[in-house]
């Protein structure tokens, strides 16, 4: 883990680049949208990293294992899931006042109201993992987006891989 | 608002009773059959909907006065009543109309006595005329008749009062009352569309709830986006929309009142709740909620009340639509390994799957007759099919990349679904008639999905 945090900070500006191993696709999607703050804390040096415990440090933190990916319609925790989980368990450990919530999203090639159930449970699963690794539950929300916010815009087995995601976003 | 449509029990004196639907239920003028061997018999799913050829010339009028309608004057308005039964006629595929844009108008003492000759050479099989008056209250009457040119004989006839604002539905009624002569179906034109809006690229659709009539007219958006709004349904008398929303970050289910603009949440708890739908008397709503993830189907007044907790699987049970007579509740679950069809009790009690067709099959929706069940079946593409309540005589309706989440007419002969396009993720709203081969799509303001078709309105 130490050597994660150190690259992280002298690789900033490319995150999308981590080799860390989860199975997340070598492309990571894009920013998700409104809901995620991505924006580097910009107090000055260039090398500095986001300001410790913000939302932006976890997303930089994380190398991309701020988001567990699904296989179809499945929502179980494989090992690349756990270890990105415990990373995020990790960082929520030592920031104990932050809070989180976790995105369960599915991809299009599913019917509207199954998607929502889906989503809801593959954000519970990952929810249950943070919670087994001693992540208070009262600290973790959970929200279904169903196939409502895709972050890879293909109608293809790729973008489809991507976006069968559950997404956390820490919160104040 | 209060609904006003008065049938018209007493036309003036010139005008005769108000039509009663004859007793015969099949529409067969028994002298006229057509290569085709005549309109016999009722339209169902094996005979060929008929092309049967209908002059529909514009609506006389005794005196073109202004009115407060949309569509301007009386005699103008005459002629708007005809093109709305032509566009009824024509976008269902049951006939072959010819509007009032290239026919001659009738005079209004024609009404009644059709020039038979004029028509017959004109190639009309059938014939409809009519007329609107102003009554000195400010309302419109609306005459309708139907004639069979051959047999020069009056099939049907009715009429209506109606505020001006509601012209378009005195022409729909018309365009029921024809329909249903002819085809020996239930009406189905006088209803309402609920969906939902979709405009903006596809990672950040904004999702409106909206409202319009079966034909795409008096088109009203609800919400305004800043809540994603998703999967709505109209309650039986068209008063409230059960609907998903965003409000506040949690997607819950709000009952809409649509002549207050209010809302209400319909169960109080921090748990999403998916899926609504209504009981056909109105009386109950069927909800699913996840607690912990696990996603299950209960039911709860709609008035208000305790709910009672319909499945209780490990898996995921969703959606569930009411049979006709409120006895049984066909839904959907995952707890045999994939999204499949069940059919219970409404109190909860001999929950047994009836899809097994291989693939994945969805969203389920009770036929308002009672005698099938649409669903959307998944085999690689999505696809709109019906079966028997039992799981028998499987038919596909559609075919296309991805076609999701039917709803029937009111007369259960009719589907609306919505079909998204391959990449740019668009949607739209489309109908098929159960022959599966008059499919069209409905003209929507902005992209839609998520149709929910009200029942004929009262």
Not at chain 1, 51 to 74: K, N, S
Not at chain 2, 253 to 268: F, M, P, S
Request: glycine share 10%; hydrophobic share 35%.
């Amino acid at each position: 883990m130490t050597s994660l945090k150190t690259a992280a900070v002298l690789l900033l500006g490319s995150i999308a680049l981590s080799a860390c191993a989860t199975k997340a696709p070598k492309d990571l999607p894009p920013d998700p949208g409104a809901a995620v703050n991505t924006s580097t804390n910009t107090n000055g040096g260039t090398l500095q990293g986001p300001t410790p415990g913000t939302q932006a440090d976890f997303v930089a933190q994380m190398m991309g294992q701020d988001t567990v990916y699904f296989d179809t319609d499945r929502y179980n925790i494989d090992s690349q899931d756990a270890a990105a989980l415990a990373a995020q368990a990790a960082w929520l450990g030592k920031y104990p006042a932050k809070h989180a919530t976790i995105e369960g999203h599915c991809d299009e090639r599913g019917t509207r109201d199954y998607n929502l159930a889906l989503g809801e449970r593959r954000a519970n699963a990952a929810k249950n993992y943070l919670v087994s690794l001693g992540v208070d539950a009262a600290r973790v929300s959970t929200v279904s987006y169903g196939k409502e916010r895709p972050v890879a815009l293909g109608s293809d087995e790729a973008s489809w891989a991507k976006n069968r995601r559950a997404v956390t976003v820490t919160v104040d | 608002m209060k609904f006003r449509l008065l049938p018209l029990l007493l036309l003036a004196a010139s005008a005769p009773v108000l039509a009663q639907q004859t007793a015969a239920p099949t529409a067969t003028p028994s002298a006229q059959p057509t290569e085709e061997g005549g309109l016999s018999g009722a339209v169902s799913d094996e005979s060929d909907w008929q092309d049967l050829g209908i002059a529909i010339p514009a609506f006389a009028t005794n005196e073109d006065v202004p009115t407060q309608a949309s569509s301007g004057s009386t005699g103008a308005t005459g002629f708007a009543v005809a093109q709305v039964i032509t566009a009824d006629l024509r976008n269902n595929g049951l006939f072959k109309p010819v509007g009032p844009d290239s026919l001659p108008r009738p005079s209004f003492e024609q009404v009644q006595a059709p020039e038979f000759a004029t028509w017959s050479g004109r190639s009309a099989e059938m014939l409809v005329q009519g007329y609107v008056r102003a009554s000195g209250d400010g309302n419109l009457t609306v005459g309708c008749y139907l004639y069979d040119v051959a047999l020069k004989q009056q099939l049907t006839k009715a009429g209506w009062v109606v505020p001006p604002s509601d012209w378009r539905r005195a022409a729909h009624k018309c365009a029921d009352v024809i329909y249903s002569r002819l085809s020996g179906e239930s009406p189905f034109f006088d209803s309402r569309i609920a969906y939902i809006a979709e405009t903006g690229p596809k990672d950040r659709r904004m999702k409106r709830l909206a409202i319009m009539d079966s034909d795409g007219a008096n088109h009203r958006f609800v919400t305004t986006g800043q809540a994603t709004a998703l999967t709505p349904r109209f309650s039986p008398d068209y008063k409230s929309i059960l609907y998903l929303s965003y409000l506040n970050g949690n997607p819950r289910i709000y009952i809409y009142d649509v002549e207050r603009n209010t809302q209400r949440l319909l169960v109080q708890s921090t748990n999403p709740t998916f899926a609504p739908r209504w009981s056909p008397d109105g009386r109950w709503v069927l909800y699913s909620m996840a607690i912990g993830g696990n996603t299950d189907i209960y039911r709860i007044p709609s008035a208000g009340g305790t709910a009672l907790k319909l499945t209780d699987s490990p898996g995921i049970d969703i959606g569930g639509s009411f049979s006709p007579d409120g006895s049984k509740i066909v839904f959907e679950s995952d707890r045999s390994g994939s999204q499949q069809v069940y059919v219970m009790n409404a109190d909860g009690s001999d929950q047994h799957r009836v899809s097994f067709f291989g693939g994945r099959s969805a969203t389920p929706e009770w036929s308002p007759r009672g005698d099938q069940i649409a669903f959307t079946h998944i085999a690689g593409n999505f696809r709109i099919a019906v079966m028997s309540p039992g799981g028998g005589d499987m038919r596909y309706l559609t075919d296309s990349w991805q076609d999701e989440a039917p709803t029937w007419a009111p007369n259960g002969r009719i589907i609306q679904f919505f079909r998204t396009a391959r990449g740019s993720g668009k949607a739209s709203i489309w109908q098929v008639d159960l022959t599966g081969r008059n499919e069209r799509r409905l003209p929507t303001p902005v992209d839609g999905s998520d149709p929910a078709w009200g029942p004929i309105r009262p």
